[in-house]
């Protein structure tokens, strides 16, 4: 936005988590006034650069829950509404292997259409409704509760969401496997 003139304001922000591109395109040229198309190539450019140039940033207890999936033998999978090579350049920049990743361009239908998740589901063989889907957008959590997977909303953008299978936390910093599943297991292929 500052290279428009303009300031990125928590309006902003709220409006245009969790994507897809399209709509925060669309939404930053209403603010600037500037060419979507024009503004669309800065956007893409500045974006890969900087995912390609800076180390991610784990939310605090991602990254330990995680690890502790992965020690007992949970698929994981990162499902995006970023575009692959964006998408790309942050799975070579992130420290922890997955089973699967999932962007917008693998699809034709983005979230908060729920095939980003149930192509992840497919894929890893396992059934959505024995998924936990961990979101921070709307967008997402609508896509993961269609798709039939239990959802964890993280953060303030999700704290309005209901549902049987929705849960809000306002971290993951306590969340651990047990309190996802019950008793912290899973077995991959059922």
């Known amino acids: 936005m500052a290279y428009f003139g303009q300031t990125w304001t928590d309006e902003d ?5 969790g994507g ?3 709509r925060v395109v669309a939404h930053m040229a209403s603010r600037t006034g500037a060419d979507p198309g024009h503004l669309a190539r800065v956007l893409v450019t500045e974006i890969e650069h900087k995912v390609a140039t800076t180390p991610a940033r784990w939310m605090p207890g991602a990254r330990d829950l995680m690890a502790a999936a992965q020690a007992e033998g949970m698929p994981v999978a990162i499902v995006s509404n970023s575009w692959r090579v964006l998408l790309d350049l942050l799975m070579d920049n992130i420290d922890k292997a997955v089973h699967l990743s999932v962007s917008s361009t693998d699809v034709d239908r983005p979230k908060p259409d729920p095939q980003p998740y149930l192509q ?9 409704r024995r998924c936990v889907v961990i979101e921070d957008s709307p967008t997402g959590a609508a896509a993961g509760i269609a798709a039939g997977c239990a959802v964890l909303g993280v953060g303030p953008a999700v704290g309005d969401i209901t549902g049987d299978r929705f849960r809000h936390v306002d971290s993951l910093a306590d969340v651990t496997l047990e309190s996802l599943s019950g008793d912290g297991r899973q077995d991959p292929q059922a």
């Open 13 to 17: 922000q709220a409006s245009s988590i």
């Open 20 to 22: 897809p591109i399209e």
């Open 120 to 128: 992840a589901c497919r894929e890893l063989g396992v059934d959505p």
